[in-house]
């Protein structure tokens, strides 16, 4: 016991300072384990929230494609693999987990705006609609429309404000817009046959009658150029899915009559007929079709710009290789980006893997696919899709992306607003 006193008294301060060297070294360990454990604890409640959020998104009437980019890059946090490290040398997991929470965190705050502005322009949508349809049914009445029609059309009107009334979320304005399209594009229709009636095809026919002089092979081009156009315009109503069958029955009546009509004045009355019905399905395409558009065919390979239903330029373009097909269906470009860095979603190894691509702008449309500009493209159009031949660029199909030749992407680029209907089929 006495050379055990005599060792502490001797050596009793290099103890102290050994032991506390040990505990200050545990304290640090067991600081940093403890940080480790606060920080992937905040990352999972963080994922937690994202989860939760979109799960709300979804009820609300959120889309998969106004949500599928938010879910990948989700699933690009959540499949990210930590840093090895054990603590006290665990501060790259602490960071790894840190940044995890914030790109969660951001990620759920980029869908509450997105869920946020689609509410507003859901409900501003249904609610002008509803209101211009029940003026619409008055203004039919005060310009003379046959009564029947007009009263079948009323208790549609008085069901949609009902509907529009107890409306809440995403989904329920987009269910009263939904519902209210055909009523509407029928009472657009007959607002426009009313003021479009006999009058109108004597004043054509008139017109007609003042060009040709009484010559018979003029009045049967007249007639077959307007039957040329109204059908064009039929095929673009057909696309921005108006019901136009009204319409679409006179002209084939009149179609019929042309081919059998011999006489002058039998053929500037086709003729002016023509026009008139012409004239009719222009205001209701006017009156339905948004103010611009893109349609996007994929079996041509081609995007086409509309104003006011009429196309007013086109491009050839190149969509989705086999497998990973551009979907067909009704979207809007929710987000417009300039300049963008494209991100492989699939990892090295994968055949449909790419590496980091810029491109100098593009249009989202539907959640990762988007419209935009390809350099390392040369050619454009059918077959593009596919794999093809081409000596000087890519030789197959998109990712699912629209790509667009560089020369033409600033014009599209520009006229396109965010919010513009978006149609591939």
Same mark, same amino acid.
């Given at each position: 016991?006495?050379?055990?006193?005599?060792?502490?008294?001797?050596?009793?301060?290099?103890?102290?300072?050994?032991?506390?060297?040990?505990?200050?070294?545990?304290?640090?360990?067991?600081?940093?384990?403890?940080?480790?454990?606060?920080?992937?604890?905040?990352?999972?409640?963080?994922?937690?929230?994202?989860?939760?959020?979109?799960?709300?998104?979804? $009820?609300?009437?959120?889309?998969?494609?106004?949500?599928?980019?938010?879910?990948?890059?989700?699933?690009?946090?959540?499949?990210?693999?930590?840093?090895?490290?054990?603590?006290?040398?665990?501060?790259?997991?602490?960071?790894?987990?840190?940044?995890?929470?914030?790109?969660?965190?951001?990620?759920?705050?980029?869908?509450?705006?997105?869920?946020?502005?689609?509410?507003?322009?859901?409900?501003?949508?249904?609610?002008?609609?509803?209101?211009?349809?029940?003026?619409?049914?008055?203004?039919?009445?005060?310009?003379?429309?046959?009564?029947?029609?007009?009263?079948?059309?009323?208790?549609?009107?008085?069901?949609?404000?009902?509907?529009?009334?107890?409306?809440?979320?995403?989904?329920?304005?987009?269910?009263?817009?939904?519902?209210?399209?055909?009523?509407?594009?029928?009472?657009?229709?007959?607002?426009?046959?009313?003021?479009?009636?006999?009058?109108?095809?004597?004043?054509?026919?008139?017109?007609?009658?003042?060009?040709?002089?009484?010559?018979?092979?003029?009045?049967?081009?007249?007639?077959?150029?307007?039957?040329?156009?109204?059908?064009?315009?039929?095929?673009? $109503?057909?696309?921005?899915?108006?019901?136009?069958?009204?319409?679409?029955?006179?002209?084939?009546?009149?179609?019929?009559?042309?081919?059998?009509?011999?006489?002058?004045?039998?053929?500037?009355?086709?003729?002016?007929?023509?026009? $008139?019905?012409?004239?009719?399905?222009?205001?209701?395409?006017?009156?339905?079709?948004?103010?611009?558009?893109?349609?996007?065919?994929?079996?041509?390979?081609?995007?086409?710009?509309?104003? /006011?239903?009429?196309?007013?330029?086109?491009?050839?373009?190149?969509?989705?290789?086999?497998?990973?097909?551009?979907?067909?269906?009704?979207?809007?470009?929710?987000?417009?980006?300039?300049?963008?860095?494209? /991100?492989?979603?699939?990892?090295?190894?994968?055949?449909?893997?790419?590496?980091?691509?810029?491109?100098?702008?593009?249009?989202?449309?539907?959640?990762?696919?988007?419209?935009?500009?390809?350099?390392?493209?040369?050619?454009?159009?059918?077959?593009?899709?596919?794999?093809?031949?081409?000596?000087?660029?890519?030789?197959?199909?998109? /990712?699912?992306?629209?790509?667009?030749?560089?020369?033409?992407?600033?014009?599209?680029?520009?006229?396109?607003?965010?919010?513009?209907?978006?149609?591939?089929?």
């Amino acid at each position: 016991m006495a050379a055990l006193r005599r060792i502490v008294s001797r050596f009793g301060i290099h103890i102290v300072a050994v032991l506390g060297g040990f505990g200050i070294v545990l304290a640090f360990i067991l600081i940093q384990d403890q940080r480790e454990v606060l920080a992937q604890q905040a990352y999972t409640s963080a994922r937690q929230e994202t989860l939760d959020a979109l799960t709300h998104a979804r $009820a609300l009437g959120m889309t998969s494609a106004e949500v599928s980019d938010l879910v990948r890059q989700d699933e690009t946090v959540v499949q990210a693999a930590a840093p090895q490290g054990s603590a006290p040398f665990n501060q790259e997991r602490i960071g790894f987990f840190n940044r995890a929470r914030d790109d969660e965190i951001g990620i759920r705050l980029i869908l509450q705006d997105r869920e946020t502005g689609l509410l507003g322009q859901t409900r501003t949508a249904a609610q002008e609609g509803v209101v211009r349809f029940i003026s619409d049914l008055s203004r039919a009445e005060q310009i003379g429309v046959d009564p029947q029609p007009v009263a079948e059309l009323r208790p549609q009107a008085a069901s949609l404000s009902r509907v529009l009334n107890q409306a809440g979320t995403i989904g329920d304005y987009r269910d009263v817009s939904a519902q209210l399209k055909r009523p509407a594009g029928r009472l657009a229709l007959l607002i426009a046959d009313q003021q479009n009636a006999n009058a109108v095809t004597a004043q054509f026919a008139q017109k007609i009658a003042a060009v040709d002089h009484g010559d018979a092979a003029l009045a049967r081009k007249t007639a077959m150029d307007a039957l040329a156009t109204v059908r064009d315009d039929l095929q673009t $109503a057909s696309v921005f899915q108006l019901d136009v069958s009204v319409i679409q029955g006179r002209v084939d009546r009149l179609e019929t009559q042309l081919r059998g009509a011999l006489a002058v004045a039998a053929l500037e009355q086709i003729g002016g007929s023509l026009q $008139a019905r012409g004239q009719e399905l222009e205001q209701t395409m006017n009156a339905t079709v948004p103010e611009k558009a893109l349609v996007i065919s994929l079996k041509e390979q081609v995007l086409r710009a509309y104003l /006011h239903g009429k196309p007013v330029w086109w491009t050839y373009i190149t969509t989705g290789r086999p497998g990973l097909e551009t979907d067909p269906g009704n979207f809007r470009v929710y987000s417009k980006q300039a300049p963008f860095t494209m /991100h492989s979603p699939w990892p090295k190894g994968s055949p449909y893997w790419y590496p980091d691509t810029p491109v100098k702008t593009v249009m989202w449309f539907n959640g990762g696919a988007g419209i935009h500009d390809s350099s390392w493209r040369a050619y454009y159009g059918p077959g593009t899709e596919f794999p093809h031949y081409d000596p000087f660029g890519d030789d197959n199909g998109s /990712h699912g992306c629209v790509n667009i030749p560089p020369r033409n992407m600033p014009w599209l680029w520009s006229w396109t607003p965010v919010g513009t209907p978006v149609i591939v089929y």
